[in-house]
């Protein structure tokens, strides 16, 4: 059975910065494309960040140059380290796990930036 964790949300002034991490049990991380989304009240879910088996990493937009994406591949971890953020990162962020045929999900973390 996959189970994600995510960990590192928190209250933030504008400008500021943190880290999410997630750990998985029941999959290895190296093996999958993994993903981290948000959603924001009123919002649908959004694709932040990924990074496929090979290390190949895509991200939104909205947070290029401001998000790094990493994976810890002994510690079956995967991180997003957020930089400069805005008000408008406010919501909670979710790990993904991406299987052949399979998609799991995380709970999710709180991120609120305050202006």
């Known amino acids: 059975q996959v189970h994600l964790v995510e960990s590192g949300g928190g209250l933030v002034q504008a400008g500021g910065s943190l880290r999410l991490s997630c750990g998985g049990a029941g999959i290895i991380f190296r093996m999958n494309r993994m993903a981290w989304y948000r959603e924001a009240p009123g919002k649908q879910r959004e694709l932040v960040a990924d990074i496929s088996r090979d290390g190949t990493t895509n991200y939104a937009d909205s947070v290029k140059g401001r998000f790094t994406i990493s994976r810890l591949n002994f510690a079956n971890t995967m991180y997003l380290q957020m930089n400069s953020l805005k008000p408008e990162d406010t919501a909670v962020y979710y790990c993904?796990?991406?299987?052949?045929?399979?998609?799991?999900w995380g709970q999710g973390t709180q991120v609120t930036v305050s202006s």
């Open positions: 993904k796990a991406m299987t052949p045929g399979n998609a799991y």
